[in-house]
T-cell receptor, first 112, second 118 residues
Framework: DQQVKQNSPSLSVQEGRISILNCDYTNSMFDYFLWYKKYPAEGPTFLISISSIKDKNEDGRFTVFLNKSAKHLSLHIVPSQPGDSAVYFCAASPEGAQKLVFGQGTRLTINP | GAVVSQHPSRVICKSGTSVKIECRSLDFQATTMFWYRQFPKQSLMLMATSNEGSKATYEQGVEKDKFLINHASLTLSTLTVTSAHPEDSSFYIC??????????????FGSGTQLSVL
């Protein structure tokens, strides 16, 4: 049972435009959400997170939106840069837990 | 920031041999570390939670006798894949939370180990 789903395995965006990566979850106990970026043969690196008490968190070019009623979150990257090309994972955690549940990942390709 | 070091980065071994992967927290003490596995084009799946000084907690479907975890110190956890078979070929990643955090802190990941069993 996939509790965290990233339904788009890949996304291609023109450099300078906005990249929008989506993530859906099913477990209503999740209350903390994170996005990670991963290059091949490397461990994930943290990008941005959001608590369920918020609906938006922004950090530079990265903004995460959370829609609790729809159990949906999205990561916006603007403007997109070639260095953003990587696999992006969303992850979720129930309150007080340290274990993360990851989505399947979305491979983002930024075209020059 | 906090750093987690994982070694080796790549292992190629024959079927039936055992492989040990080390995960170290370099500038902080980690009472808990996590071991994940990622198959190609799939998600990171939590295998087990490594607890310093006590037994590891394994996720459902993960064989504890096959994936031996030892967390003997506050900076080192090891994962040993015993009697490895080709289906164990995967990318193994460890992670740890910095000491000030629970889930609201950033989870730091090692660089991963690509295991290929021939």
């Amino acid at each position: 049972d996939q509790q965290v789903k990233q339904n788009s395995p890949s996304l291609s965006v023109q450099e300078g435009r906005i990249s929008i990566l989506n993530c859906d979850y099913t477990n209503s106990m999740f209350d903390y959400f994170l996005w990670y970026k991963k290059y091949p043969a490397e461990g994930p690196t943290f990008l941005i997170s959001i608590s369920s008490i918020k609906d938006k968190n922004e950090d530079g070019r990265f903004t995460v939106f959370l829609n609790k009623s729809a159990k949906h979150l999205s990561l916006h990257i603007v403007p997109s840069q070639p260095g953003d090309s990587a696999v992006y994972f969303c992850a979720a955690s129930p309150e007080g837990a340290q274990k993360l549940v990851f989505g399947q990942g979305t491979r983002l390709t930024i075209n020059p | 920031g906090a750093v987690v070091s994982q070694h080796p980065s790549r292992v190629i071994c024959k079927s039936g041999t055992s492989v040990k992967i080390e995960c170290r927290s370099l500038d902080f003490q980690a009472t808990t570390m996590f071991w994940y596995r990622q198959f190609p084009k799939q998600s990171l799946m939590l295998m087990a939670t490594s607890n310093e000084g006590s037994k590891a907690t394994y996720e459902q479907g993960v064989e504890k006798d096959k994936f031996l975890i030892n967390h003997a110190s506050l900076t080192l956890s090891t994962l040993t894949v015993t009697s490895a078979h080709p289906e164990d070929s995967s990318f193994y990643i460890c992670s740890a939370w910095p000491p000030t955090g629970g889930v609201n802190e950033k989870l730091f990941f090692g660089s991963g180990t690509q295991l290929s069993v021939l």
